[in-house]
């Protein structure tokens, strides 16, 4: 049985550009949901997902936004990135109906 | 709001020796769930435990134990008999739950606890 897994592991951009983060839940799973870790920090709430759309939002700007497929995987996709976006992005699936969030490995994000 | 205070940024200790990671939460909900999570150095964030906001026995599994007391909204952490092994960063996290918080599935963390067992 599979876990949740994301793709790719480490990534490096530079200011202003585009990137997209994958994710894969863990079989069975319905909802994902991102977060992002800085250096240091507990990981924050960006968005979840459910049935493909966005179902709830943390305190993030517009640049981040997400995609769920039919499959249930689903994308993060940060805009116009800043020095500030390089951290740790997890990704954590679960069932609608149970609360316990299964984490993949996260994709750390390092922006020069 | 919800909030999770981690009060304890480091906490080093002797193998064997015990210890105890302190977590303190804020919420207006009258469901919600505690969690505990692991993180080693690879990042992976590794579930530990789940408890309900009714549910206040304390739990022991191995050398784990959890402390749950709603009067003083704290969930603490203890580990018996430490091992080098349990190194890692940990972190205390919280959501609300019930019917009047579906769609309300958030996870909010405190900041961690690194804990380093010194062999």
């Known amino acids: 049985d599979a876990g949740v897994t994301q793709s790719p592991t480490h990534l490096i951009k530079t200011r202003g550009q585009q990137v997209t983060l994958r994710c894969s839940p863990k079989s069975g799973h319905d909802t994902v949901s991102w977060y992002q870790q800085a250096l240091g920090q507990g990981p924050q709430f960006i968005f979840q997902?459910?049935?493909?759309?966005?179902?709830q939002r943390g305190n993030f700007p517009d640049r981040f936004s997400g995609h769920q497929f039919p499959n249930y995987s689903s994308e993060l996709n940060v805009n116009a990135l800043l020095l500030g976006d390089s951290a740790l992005y997890l990704c954590?699936?679960?069932?609608?109906?149970?609360?316990?969030?299964?984490f993949g490995p996260g994709t750390r994000l390092t922006v020069l | 709001a919800q909030k999770v205070t981690q009060a304890q940024t480091e906490i080093s200790v002797v193998e064997k020796e015990d210890v105890t990671l302190d977590c303190v939460y804020e919420t207006r909900d009258t469901t919600y769930y505690l969690f505990w999570y692991k993180q080693p150095p690879s990042g992976e964030l590794v579930f530990l435990i789940r408890?309900?906001?009714?549910?206040?026995q304390n739990e022991i599994s191995g050398r784990y134990s959890w402390n749950f007391q709603k009067s003083t909204s704290s969930f603490n952490f203890t580990i018996t008999a430490s091992q080098v092994v349990d190194s890692a960063v940990y972190f205390c996290?919280?959501?609300?739950?019930?019917?009047?918080?579906?769609?309300?599935?958030?996870?909010?963390f405190g900041t961690g606890t690194r804990l380093t067992i010194i062999p």
């Open positions: 997902y459910y049935e493909e759309e966005e179902r």
């Open positions: 408890r309900n906001s009714f549910d206040e």
């Open positions: 996290a919280l959501r609300g739950g019930g019917k009047a918080n579906f769609g309300n599935e958030k996870l909010t």
């Open positions: 954590a699936s679960s069932l609608t109906r149970d609360n316990e969030q299964f």
